[in-house]
T-cell receptor
């Protein structure tokens, strides 16, 4: 069955460092991979989308990579700040199939 | 422009009671969705509606019904609530594109005793 895996353990990093979150998928060939941010008690908010023919996408301090051979996406936040602390969800989609979400990774940026 | 709104924010039900969760969006999106989010399980799709007048089952539809009242509104009904339906429910909407980028509401936290 299709599976989206994110590290279920929380990631703690020091302010100013680069946070790297991993998303692996199996039994799926998505055309798109999306990343969302979710704060406690709120709905997820869309951050970035990368297409299967794109290797890398950037938006301000965010960078996403998409390796269709490894079936993996990496999400980087450079110069991390305490305000970046949240849970980050990856999601795969494509070909008008419904979006499938991972369970999310909780990021804590320590001042 | 409120985006996606959901009511109520919190609800406590007894086993066997029924209730309807309301969702509305003002972004003129065609597609709307209902998800539930449980610890360790992630977001799971309950039902979706690709356009006004159509609804389809998602991954976990048992125990739920939906109504796409018009383009703006998509409601989720629990006919006979069970403790297993204790969860946080999110409504979302999207444009009818291949990317299916989702815009979420604030959620409803439901407890079934």
């Amino acid at each position: 069955s299709q599976k989206i895996e994110q590290n279920s353990e929380a990631l703690n990093i020091q302010e100013g460092k680069t946070a790297t979150l991993t998303c692996n998928y199996t039994n799926y060939s998505p055309a798109y991979l999306q990343w969302y941010r979710q704060d406690p008690g709120r709905g997820p908010v869309f951050l970035l989308l990368i297409r299967e023919n794109e290797k890398e996408k950037r938006k301000e301090r965010l960078k996403v990579t998409f390796d269709t051979t490894l079936k993996q996406s990496l999400f980087h936040i450079t110069a991390s700040q305490p305000a970046d602390s949240a849970t980050y969800l990856c999601a795969v989609s494509g070909g008008y199939q419904k979006v499938t979400f991972g369970t999310g990774t909780k990021l804590q940026v320590i001042p | 422009n409120a985006g996606v709104t959901q009511t109520p924010k919190f609800q406590v039900l007894k086993t066997g009671q029924s209730m309807t969760l309301q969702c509305a969006q003002d972004m003129n999106h065609n597609s709307m969705y209902w998800y539930r989010q449980d610890p360790g399980m992630g977001l799971r799709l309950i039902y979706y509606s690709a356009s006004e007048g159509t609804t389809d089952k998602g991954e976990v539809p048992n125990g739920y019904n939906v109504s796409r009242l018009n383009k703006r509104e998509f409601s989720l009904r629990l006919e006979s609530a069970a403790p297993s339906q204790t969860s946080v429910y999110f409504c979302a909407s999207s444009l009818p594109t291949e990317t299916d980028t989702q815009y979420f509401g604030p959620g409803t936290r439901l407890t079934v005793l």
